[in-house]
């Protein structure tokens, strides 16, 4: 009995503490309720009346060790005792164990490639190939709503329901609209294997205009309550982009106690960018094939300036990742592409391991089959390569004029990214010449 009535008092206590310090132990029930499943919320936990004995004494023990540093009336908390309190509850995760997996990069970094390592995880995984493009499509020909921060609040909040497998936020998007939550239109459906499986998949109707190839077999037109279904039944979910400009617009995302989300920010040496990009998107970089040939580059051009604006973002990107702030604390990796083509196994391998999802047999196989590959791509978007002779081909297609415009304008991006610069045409094309010095992110 006495056991019982201690019990009852110290939770009294607690919420009085709790009452009168809300704003200094916000944080700790924030960081408590994302050890629990989504039923759970912040009242449960505090119920000390309802909570099984084993839980309740767990957090009870940590209240009385906050009592015991306290000052007065204010309960002194540091980071490290915050993260050593919260580690020592063990238990499930808050998101049920389910993890959320999110992707960023820009285009034509390898990003696609990088993607199928958790699209190829297994029947586990829930992989969403870039949703964004269609809210990117819609709200660029809306140019009353193209503002910076105005996309990006857009940007998460449609993640954020990705995520937790409501689709209604992307569907006012998608153009046409849905009909019934069916759409024949969702961008590059093929590249989820999610979305073309049973019951997802259904079989395509006879009218030829409505058979949609999907990967291995037809489909009919994607019911987005059943891909919703789907994503629920699946343990984890990720999803790859190349939209979202500034990592710090997504704190309320990560911060969001339902997902538990890890942010993967995949980099390229810029000159390899410009490369690709000039080959995939010829028609947008015809200045800079001008350029190319008559070797003269206007730095207050337009598109250098543009170039120098992505090349500053996501070098903010990573600085702010880097920096370890609390809300990214153990929830951010930043990967070159390079080192992925050199290493694809054991990046993978770590890849896995941060996310803390077991690296399945499935990704595996495919990794070594895809990477390994000695046939010819099979277009700009193939993921079928040879990683390695990848990463330096484009070496040999972009002239030292450009190379080193890009060298001018995102220098520090890429001594940040640890990519070396080159002073002649020789050293550009002397493979045996490393341009990426060995550096962890980690």
Known sequence: MKTKYAIVFICIVGLVIIEKESNILSRVSDKLIQ????QQTPQTLLDCSNAPQNGSLTLLQMLLSKLATSTGNTLI???????????????????????HILLLATTRTGSSFVGEFFNQHGENMFYLFEP????????????????????????????????LCDFSPLEKFISPPPVDHVTPSLFRRESS???CEEPVCTPAIKDVFERYHCKN???????????????LSKQHHAIKTVRVRQLETLQPLVEDPR??????????????????RMVAFSSKYQTWKAWAQDGQV?????????????????????????SRPRWLRNRYMLVRYEDIARYPMQKAEEMY???????????????????????????IYSTQKNSSEQAEKWRFSIPLTLAQVVQRVCGSTMKLFGYRLVSDEKTLTNKSFNLLEEKQFY
Not at 77 to 99: A, F, P, V
């Open 35 to 38: 050890r629990q499943t989504p």
């Open 77 to 99: 908390l540091s980071e490290d005792q915050e993260e050593g309190d919260i580690k020592d509850l063990g238990g499930s995760n808050y998101s049920g164990g389910r993890k």
């Open 132 to 163: 964004l493009w269609h809210v990117e499509r819609m709200l660029t020909m809306a140019t009353e709503t193209n503002n910076g921060t105005v996309l990006a609040g857009i940007y998460r909040d449609v993640l954020q329901g990705l995520f």
């Open 193 to 195: 294997v999610s979305l």
């Open 217 to 231: 077999r037809q489909c009919g037109p994607l019911n987005l309550t059943r891909a919703s279904e789907s994503c």
């Open 259 to 276: 997902l538990d989300v890890r942010v993967i920010q995949l980099v390229r040496d810029p000159r390899a960018v410009l490369a690709s």
């Open 298 to 322: 206007p730095e207050d051009d337009e598109e250098v300036k543009r170039l120098k604006g992505n090349c500053d973002n996501i070098r903010m990107s990573a600085e702010a990742g880097l």
């Open 353 to 379: 391991r941060f996310t803390g999802i077991p690296f399945s047999p499935q990704a595996r196989e495919w990794i070594l089959k895809n990477t390994q590959t000695t046939q010819g791509a099979s277009g």
